[in-house]
């Protein structure tokens, strides 16, 4: 079996990642599907503990959850745990590996990629579908150099991508757009649909903010 793979990705953080990544994978679930969640990269101290053994983001545990199966490391190959304000501790497949300055693990980053794809081609292996779970987001360009947890991991994987936007913290036009504008032409092209998350009220009021965008 090889999965199919959908990618959440964000205009910014808190735009509801999570949470729609949880909810595509109960609808998945709920029409029959095997599928699973993961996300390459996390940076939270809210672990949970893995009845495999390991821990994960907590986050991760909730999509497991919406799913119907166990938690599993896989989910989420890289957790960054932080200490301080500059120090995190790396934790791979559910395990701690050390402790790094956040100037080291950026300069060093892409060294746990394969551990990522490892994780993912095992899911892959096992599921029908895997929805995967960005971190922050694409347009912070000057993080876009060995990164792992958005375009870094999309390209390789050749992983399309959604984009979402969060229309209550306003701008979510220029927000969705500005994205695809200053990540590269190869990073765009993965940039499949977009979702305009929290949005309330009578949708043709949107109709020319689908067609800008």
Do not use: W
Request: hydrophobic share 45%; net charge neutral; glycine share 10%.
């Amino acid at each position: 079996m090889t999965a199919k793979a959908l990618m959440l990705q964000g205009t910014g953080s808190d735009v509801g990642k999570s949470l729609l990544t949880a909810g595509l994978c109960r609808i998945a679930k709920r029409r029959g599907m095997k599928v699973a969640p993961f996300k390459p990269q996390n940076m939270s101290n809210n672990a949970a503990a893995c009845r495999a053994g390991g821990e994960i983001g907590r986050a991760q545990a909730l999509q497991a959850r919406a799913a119907g199966i166990d938690p599993h490391v896989d989910m989420n190959p890289v957790l960054l745990k932080p200490q301080t304000d500059r120090v995190a501790q790396v934790v791979v497949h559910g395990k701690a590996l050390t402790a790094m300055e956040a100037s080291q693990y950026m300069a060093e980053r892409n060294s746990f990629l394969p551990a990522v794809i490892e994780s993912f081609e095992r899911l892959a292996a096992q599921n029908e579908l895997i929805i995967v779970e960005g971190a922050g987001s694409p347009a912070e360009v000057n993080l876009r150099e060995r990164d792992i947890a958005n375009m870094g991991f999309a390209r390789p994987t050749n992983v399309p991508v959604c984009l979402i936007g969060d229309i209550e913290k306003g701008g979510v036009i220029a927000s969705l757009v500005g994205t695809q504008a200053v990540i590269s032409e190869e990073d765009a092209a993965l940039i499949k649909g977009f979702i305009v998350n929290k949005f309330r009220g009578d949708p043709r009021l949107f109709d020319d903010g689908v067609s800008f965008i």
